[in-house]
């Protein structure tokens, strides 16, 4: 089975501070693939990244970067420079070969509030 | 803007009466896939389709249940509506599960009320 855990329920940073959200995820798959969803307060999941098992380079996408640790099952997201508009909930999601039609197993997700 | 519509965007039902959600998929995708979303959780998933056959189906009752029609748009029917499907419906659409690699892009979402 699978499993997404996002410790941090809320988050409020200053605009312009730094904030990372963490993503611990389970699975006993050896292939698996890990997203990032960003869900404003209109409600659609916007697709932020998807990272596969096999490809543990970090990467970096304007003012996002994202940390993937095989070893400690973490998948850590972080924006730099925050701003108002980063201002929503973020889910981390996993899904796995294991089960054929790689249904995405979500967290519990992490409300962003970016104060002006 | 991912493509993926989905209608009504509101609705409101009456304990014990029945719903159909519906989903245009994304230009060229045969997969799509069904969450329920509670508030304040992470989106649950519901089932897929792919080429219009149920492609796996999470823990839900079977009063759930989907059809994918040739042009790969989508339904979700629920009957005997309880208080707690209250929810956002999402649908999804992948470009081919068979692919096993690609993205779900979702969309608006459907927020269904049951009274």
């Known amino acids: 089975a699978q499993k997404v855990t996002q410790a941090q329920t809320e988050i409020s940073v200053v605009e312009k501070e730094d904030v990372t959200l963490d993503c611990v995820y389970e699975?006993?798959?050896?292939?698996?693939?890990l997203f990032w969803y960003k869900q404003p307060p209109s409600g659609e999941l916007v697709f932020l990244i998807r990272r596969n098992s096999f490809d543990e380079q970090n990467e970096i996408s304007g003012r996002y970067s994202w940390n993937f640790q095989k070893s400690t099952s973490s998948f850590n997201f972080t924006i730099t420079a925050s701003q108002v508009v980063d201002s929503a909930v973020y889910f981390c999601?996993?899904?796995?070969?294991?089960?054929?039609?790689?249904?995405?197993?979500f967290g519990k997700g992490t409300k962003l509030s970016v104060i002006p | 803007e991912t493509g993926v519509t989905q209608s009504p965007t509101h609705l409101i039902k009456t304990r014990g009466q029945q719903v159909t959600l519906r989903c245009s998929s994304q230009?060229?995708?045969?997969?799509v896939s069904w969450y329920q979303q509670a508030l304040g959780q992470g989106p649950q998933f519901i089932f897929q389709?792919?080429?219009?056959?149920?492609?796996g189906r999470g823990n839900f009752p079977p009063r759930f249940s989907g059809l994918q029609f040739p042009n790969y748009s989508s339904e979700l029917n629920v009957n005997a509506l309880e208080l707690d499907d209250s929810a956002l419906y999402l649908c999804a659409s992948s470009l081919d599960v068979a692919r096993g690699t690609d993205t779900q892009y979702f969309g608006p979402g459907t927020r269904l009320t049951v009274l």
């Open positions: 389709y792919y080429r219009e056959e149920e492609n």
């Open positions: 699975t006993r798959d050896t292939t698996y693939y």
């Open positions: 999601a996993l899904s796995a070969t294991g089960a054929g039609s790689y249904q995405l197993t």
């Open positions: 230009s060229g995708h045969n997969t």
